[in-house]
């Protein structure tokens, strides 16, 4: 399984910025793909992963209303679309995809598969 996340970078508060996870038609299909993250000093949390396979679509409440994840089969990619971005949301970001959604409300612990971390950073 390959992720390959870009995107990212540096925005004020209120912005917006929009992550993409490139991967394969056989892991959209068969993973549940998403989004982590890690803050310095703060435990790594589950932002929000679809999963074609189990037809769910989930968010954490602290982006519920202001991130949106979306699917381009065409393309293979798992997007997170970020607005109303603000500093607390400051953080290294990861693409996941594993078996279940379950694991993204348990903080990614044995996750099956990662991408590389991109950096966003919100001033205020």
């Known amino acids: 399984v390959q992720l390959q996340a870009y995107g990212g970078g540096s925005v004020q508060a209120g912005g917006s910025l929009r992550l993409s996870c490139a991967t394969d038609e056989w892991t959209l299909n068969h993973y549940a793909v998403g989004w982590f993250r890690q803050a310095p000093g703060k435990e790594r949390e589950g932002l929000a992963c679809?999963?074609?396979?189990?037809?769910?679509?989930w968010y954490d409440d602290s982006v519920k209303g202001r991130f949106t994840i979306s699917t381009d089969n065409g393309k293979n990619t798992v997007s997170l679309q970020m607005d109303r971005l603000n500093s607390e949301d400051t953080a290294v970001y990861y693409c996941?995809?594993?078996?279940?959604?379950?694991?993204?409300?348990?903080?990614?612990?044995?996750?099956?598969?990662w991408g590389k971390g991109t950096q966003v950073t919100v001033s205020s």
């Open positions: 996941a995809a594993h078996r279940s959604t379950v694991v993204w409300i348990d903080g990614g612990a044995g996750v099956n598969y």
């Open positions: 679809i999963s074609i396979m189990e037809g769910i679509t």
